[in-house]
């Protein structure tokens, strides 16, 4: 049996591939920032391989395979290079162990997530933290961190600004909780599903044009910000349900009681 090939989201994945190689390269030539940079463009790559094969309806076995293999090398290896050559040499066997755990976890993040697929078991919400936003914030906070070393001070938030060598304090510790993340029950909104081709209130045009000028204002430290908001957002969306549910549940407890009680 022969297979073919859909060959837009396919360039686009091998791009993403290329860009986590390259990001590789430039971290063995310790050219952090732009080992960083070029994770970001991997994850804007795998958006847009995402986005074009579901617009042209061009998903395939085939395509499924090979985005994991670029993911893993892409959001998985690379960013652990770069923060190992940053940082977590510093932690001798505790920081390979840090690494080792994320590698493994974005790929059970990445199988679990291929096998639901190809089951047909897809949701509207990603279960447990994307393996890109795990290695957006990583990267993000890689160039926020080259700013504060290189005291460049222009287009950027203060308050994030100065917690930055904090973060990098911590980042084995990062790394474990975004490891566990990926491999959590939580839920996560698939950007897909929120269906920005459709019309909109009104009310949602300020709220994008704020978006953008302040993506304008401060590049790097929104970058940043995205991302983490969209990580507390699994965290937040857990937290309001399992409240919904107590709720619900202990109004229904009430009720029972209630009728019980008439009787």
Not at 88 to 117: D, E, S
Not at 133 to 144: E, H, N
Not at 158 to 181: C, E, G, T, Y
Request: hydrophobic fraction near 50%; include cysteine; glycine fraction near 8%.
């Amino acid at each position: 049996m022969k297979y073919g090939i859909y060959l837009l989201p396919t360039l686009l994945t091998l791009g993403n591939l290329g860009l986590g190689v390259y990001s590789l390269i430039c971290t063995l030539g310790y050219q952090f920032s732009s080992a960083a940079w070029a994770v970001l463009g991997a994850v804007a790559m795998d958006t847009l391989d995402g986005q074009v094969a579901r617009v042209t309806k061009s998903s395939s076995p085939f395509g499924i395979e090979i985005d994991s293999f670029a993911d893993i090398i892409s959001f998985g290896i690379a960013p652990v290079l770069l923060m190992y050559q940053l940082v977590l040499h510093n932690y001798g066997r505790l920081g390979i162990a840090v690494a080792l755990f994320y590698v493994i976890a974005g790929v059970l993040r990445l199988a679990r997530y291929n096998l639901k697929t190809l089951q047909g078991k897809e949701t509207g919400y990603y279960t447990g933290l994307p393996i890109p936003a795990a290695a957006g914030i990583l990267v993000s906070s890689v160039i926020l961190y080259e700013m504060v070393e290189e005291e460049i001070t222009a287009k950027t938030i203060p308050l994030i600004m100065k917690n930055v060598p904090f973060l990098f304090q911590v980042i084995p510790l990062v790394m474990f909780v975004l490891s566990l993340l990926m491999v959590s029950g939580l839920r996560y909104t698939k950007l897909i599903k929120l269906k920005l081709t459709r019309p909109k209130s009104y009310r949602f045009l300020p709220v994008i044009i704020g978006a953008g000028l302040l993506i304008y204002a401060y590049p790097q430290n929104m970058i940043f910000i995205i991302f983490a908001g969209y990580i507390l957002s699994g965290l937040g969306e857990y937290f309001l349900r399992t409240y919904r549910l107590r709720r619900t549940n202990l109004r229904l407890l009430r009720k029972g009681v209630d009728e019980y009680y008439e009787k």
